[in-house]
């Protein structure tokens, strides 16, 4: 509870909810999973939505994927409506509580959470983890609380850096560490490991939950990403899918994640995002009432968010330019 100037109204949320009736049946056994294959070699790819259940825009672009009957011309391709059991209390009038049911599912990839079904979200990422695993390239969507502008999520791998940049889109690339409250699907297996071992993963942050754009962002994400792989070639899809490019592209380097100590976090700004904070000791917010400050010149803030505000809940990351 907090008092109504400190409290901005929500975002009006003009996204429509997809109906997902056929969709979640999947044709796998495992609900919501979808699979495809070309019997011809190539590359086996997942495309994950709904990872956060207030995450519409992954689930408009998985939906058109399957109502335009697309099949893989090279090796395979899976598709992933995930947390479901979050969906379904979706609520354009209160979005934020749909984002999961018990905890976050995409703080969960890891062997001792993973485990541990004793959460709705652990037993749904159970269910998925054969076909995680099974995956060379994924691609998981999603949408932001706050900023309207498209992030590329890379992790700090140079190869998933690399297909971010030769993607043409979006125009932030993100190389980031992930999360101190626990392991991304991104991050999961293969996908963490260091080197080129032929895996490939991002995570696309598509703008605002209840922007119609995000859908839009998602889409172009899909064909790009599906080209990239060679699962498909370019007049394959709809030429409608494919956005411009990005006039250019800026990347930036995650150097550390503000963390909340409590629920006593508040900015000293409405920050939205991607503002380049020019000098070293500029205040952010206050930390149970203990300032946060950025550590070095010409720092860039991302995903500046107090949506989900818990004790350990990353609030805004710190980020500076990639040479
Ligand atoms: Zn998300």
Redesign the pocket.
């Known amino acids: 509870m907090s008092s109504p100037e400190s409290a901005p109204r929500p975002r009006p949320f003009l996204l429509a909810c997809p109906d997902l009736a056929a969709e979640r049946q999947g044709n796998t056994g495992t609900p919501g999973v979808w699979h495809f294959d070309s019997g011809v070699a190539g590359r086996r790819v997942m495309l994950t939505a709904l990872?956060?259940g207030n995450?519409l825009c992954g689930a408009w672009a998985l939906k058109a994927a399957l109502q335009a009957g697309l099949r893989p011309r090279r090796g395979s391709l899976t598709l992933a409506f995930c947390n479901l059991a979050a969906f379904d209390r979706f609520d354009p009038a209160n979005y934020a509580p749909s984002?999961f049911v018990d905890e976050d599912m995409?703080r969960v990839w890891s062997e001792d959470k993973l485990s541990r079904p004793d959460t709705q979200e652990r037993r749904r990422a159970a269910e998925l983890r054969p076909w995680v695993e099974r995956a060379d390239w994924l691609m998981?969507f999603?949408?932001?609380s706050n900023s309207d502008v498209p992030l590329q999520l890379t992790g700090l791998e140079p190869r998933n850096i690399a297909l971010a940049r030769s993607l043409g889109n979006p125009a932030y690339v993100i190389a980031d560490a992930g999360h101190a409250a626990g392991v991304r699907m991104r991050d999961y297996g293969r996908f963490g490991e260091t080197g080129d071992n032929g895996t490939r993963s991002l995570?696309i942050?598509c703008g605002f939950h209840g922007a119609p754009e995000a859908r839009d962002v998602a889409l172009d994400q899909l064909a790009r990403f599906l080209c990239a792989a060679g699962t498909l070639d370019r007049t394959d899809l709809p030429a409608a899918w494919f956005a411009p490019d990005a006039p250019a592209q800026r990347a930036l380097r995650v150097t550390e994640a503000i963390a909340a100590r409590s629920a006593d976090f508040r900015f000293a700004q409405p920050w939205k995002g991607l503002e380049t904070l020019p000098r070293a000791g500029t205040l952010i917010g206050w930390s149970e009432g203990e300032p946060v400050v950025t550590p070095y010149d010409d720092c860039v803030l991302i995903m500046p968010s107090t949506a989900n505000l818990r004790p350990g809940v990353t609030v805004v990351r710190l980020a500076r330019p990639i040479a």
């Open positions: 990872v956060h995450e984002r995409n998981d999603h949408s932001m995570l942050e």
